[in-house]
């Protein structure tokens, strides 16, 4: 059974930094893709940040680069969301994602490629 459990949210003020954990149990983790996403009041689910299994690569949407960083510890299946210069508008729930294959390589950015999700981490960022 895999589980995904996120940690690491919290309440900050405008320009703060927080680094989120997700701890995955369940499969075997430094094979797959991981992302995080969130979703804000009213809004729909939205990517965020992802990083890829064999090589590490990275991607962000427009509105975090620069600021968050994603990573991986194999040895702890465990990614992280490293956020910095936090905004208003990154107020939401935050979720992390893993699919379910690595083969062929899915689009990482696709939150249809992702089939097993955490419960969330609420991260409020605070003007």
């Known amino acids: 059974q895999v589980q995904l459990v996120e940690s690491g949210g919290g309440l900050v003020q405008v320009g703060g930094s927080l680094r989120l954990s997700c701890a995955a149990s369940?499969?075997?983790?430094?094979?797959?893709?991981m992302g995080w996403f969130r979703q804000a009041p009213g809004k729909e689910r939205e990517f965020v940040a992802a990083i890829n299994w064999n090589d590490d690569s990275t991607y962000y949407r427009n509105t975090v680069k620069g600021r968050f960083t994603i990573s991986r510890d194999n040895a702890k299946s465990t990614v992280y969301l490293q956020m910095k210069t936090l905004k208003p508008e990154d107020t939401a729930v935050y979720y992390c994602?893993?699919?379910?294959?690595?083969?062929?390589?899915?689009?990482?950015?696709?939150?249809?490629?992702?089939?097993?999700w955490g419960q969330g981490t609420q991260v409020t960022v605070s003007s």
């Open positions: 369940g499969l075997s983790f430094s094979y797959y893709a």
């Open positions: 994602a893993a699919p379910n294959r690595n083969s062929p390589p899915i689009q990482v950015t696709r939150e249809d490629n992702y089939v097993y």
